[in-house]
């Protein structure tokens, strides 16, 4: 790892999670950590800056399809943790489509 890289990490703000972003953000990579909990991610976050010495760690929360709070969030946009509206291309069905197609294609995913 190097600075060049970045780095996503689930459930980050505990565990193997939060170790594995502190070792990894000390090699200099660009960490996104991904939280369930706000608060707790924003503790963490603090504590990988300074553990690591690397200010490229950023928190951000997240919402699982199995989670319960998921539904009052579910189609949103966010920027910089509020909800904000996306542009007008967002919505459009075509590109929505050549998106995936792409991304099938890029993934070698069938069907």
């Known amino acids: 790892m190097d ?3 970045i780095v996503v990490i689930t459930g980050a703000n505990s565990g193997i999670g939060k170790a594995t972003s502190i070792e990894l953000a000390k ?3 660009v ?5 369930r909990n706000k608060e707790r991610g924003e503790e963490a976050l603090q504590d990988v800056r300074e553990l690591s ?3 490229s760690v950023a ?3 997240i919402y699982l ?11 949103k946009y966010f920027y910089r943790k509020r909800s904000v509206p996306s542009s007008k291309r967002s919505y459009d069905k075509a590109t929505a489509k050549k998106l995936w197609d792409l991304s ?6 069938e069907g």
Do not use: P, W
């Open 104 to 109: 099938k294609k890029m993934v070698e995913l």
């Open 27 to 29: 090699t200099g990579a």
């Open 3 to 5: 600075k060049s890289s």
């Open 31 to 35: 960490i996104v950590m991904l939280c």
């Open 53 to 55: 010495g690397n200010n």
């Open 65 to 75: 399809a199995t989670s319960d709070d998921v539904e009052r969030v579910s189609g």
């Open 59 to 61: 928190e951000t929360a």
